[in-house]
């Protein structure tokens, strides 16, 4: 999951349940929690939902990964470093960022994707 994908996910008011296990990139940490108009609230609710999920450290094969992406996709670090965590687990990436969708290596899909095929929502219910 990139970073808008957990702004998402944490203010959808409609999800009741997900069926998948998160994960998340340590750059994906580190930019959601170092948003400079984070309110206490806000941040004891993403800390909460760390506090759940595997946060993936960087190593030798994601680097190299990431290394290759930057090359050969023209990728700023952080998304390099995202898509080579997703690539190197074999997990989907979950984001609306369009230029991750042209790394061929990884599978990636839109928030809506996810709460089509992981998540029950309010609307599922009524």
Do not use: H, Q, W
């Amino acid at each position: 999951m990139d970073t808008n994908a957990i702004l998402y996910y944490l203010s959808d008011r409609n999800i009741l349940s997900v069926k998948a296990e998160f994960v998340i990139s340590f750059i994906t940490e580190i930019e959601v929690l170092s948003y400079p108009d984070l309110t206490k609230k806000e941040e004891e609710k993403i800390n909460k939902f760390f506090e759940n999920i595997y946060i993936v450290d960087l190593n030798k094969d994601i680097k190299k990964c990431t290394i290759n992406f930057r090359r050969r996709y023209s990728l700023k670090l952080p998304d390099a470093i995202i898509c080579a965590s997703a690539y190197f687990l074999k997990i989907p990436l979950i984001t609306n960022d369009k230029k991750l969708f042209k790394v061929s290596e990884c599978c990636v899909i839109t928030y809506s994707e996810f709460k089509a095929r992981y998540t029950v929502n309010k609307a599922g219910l009524e």
